[in-house]
T-cell receptor, first 113, second 118 residues
Framework: KAGVTQTPRYLIKTRGQQVTLSCSPISGHRSVSWYQQTPGQGLQFLFE???????NKGNFPGRFSGRQFSNSRSEMNVSTLELGDSALYLC????????????FGPGTRLTVT | AQTVTQSQPEMSVQEAETVTLSCTYD???????LFWYKQPPSRQMILVIR??????QNATENRFSVNFQKAAKSFSLKISDSQLGDAAMYFCAYRGDILTGGGNKLTFGTGTQLKVEL
């Protein structure tokens, strides 16, 4: 079974632009979570989607948004990029919302210049 | 809010030796889950071991075992017979009980960089 895939793997954007990152969960997994990893703040939870509904949200500004499609694929969008948004964005999926084990993707490395 | 603390930014171990990584956490919940994740240079997060708080028995997975002390809110990871492939950043993580509103989010510690030396 294929693992969690994230596209693109690397991305360079300019301050003020917006960006969309994609995550395809493991086949059959319905829950997708997003995390931001930076050297300064470490790993921080962004949000979780299950059955196309946002179930949980971390403490991030409204510039960070996401959605989930009927095939469980998820996208996250960051508008008006700031230098501090440079990070590794990790996506994780799980079969059901109550399952405790998450499977992580390889991440998307976003650099904002 | 829950917090997870890893007080060892770096640790070194000789190949074939044993090393213990420390983790403490703070929570007011009675039921929760604790995890150790490994992040090698490839940046792929890999689940190493998990522990349910309601279980008194410490979890083990081959060469990896934990020492879970619920009252002390301590959750250390022991790696036996260390191998070169164990070199990675190790993160301790907490997840609350979804039924009590803890949700599915993982709260991570700051990580411990483990170096394995020949």
């Amino acid at each position: 079974k294929a693992g969690v895939t994230q596209t693109p793997r690397y991305l360079i954007k300019t301050r003020g632009q917006q960006v969309t990152l994609s995550c395809s969960p493991i086949s059959g997994h319905r829950s997708v979570s997003w995390y931001q990893q930076t050297p300064g703040q470490g790993l921080q939870f962004l949000f979780e989607y299950f059955s196309e509904t946002q179930r949980n949200k971390g403490n991030f500004p409204g510039r960070f948004s996401g959605r989930q499609f009927s095939n469980s694929r998820s996208e996250m969008n960051v508008s008006t990029l700031e230098l501090g948004d440079s990070a590794l964005y990790l996506c994780a999926s799980r079969p059901r919302q109550e399952t405790y084990e998450q499977y992580f993707g390889p991440g998307t490395r976003l650099t904002v210049t | 809010a829950q917090t997870v603390t890893q007080s060892q930014p770096e640790m070194s171990v000789q190949e074939a030796e044993t090393v213990t990584l420390s983790c403490t956490y703070d929570t007011s919940e009675s039921d929760y889950y604790l995890f150790w994740y490994k992040q090698p240079p490839s940046r792929q997060m890999i689940l190493v071991i998990r522990q349910e708080a309601y279980k008194q028995q410490n979890a083990t997975e081959n060469r990896f075992s934990v020492n879970f002390q619920k009252a002390a809110k301590s959750f250390s990871l022991k790696i036996s017979d260390s191998q070169l492939g164990d070199a990675a950043m190790y993160f301790c993580a907490y997840r609350g009980d979804i039924l009590t509103g803890g949700g599915n989010k993982l709260t991570f510690g700051t990580g411990t960089q483990l170096k394995v030396e020949l």
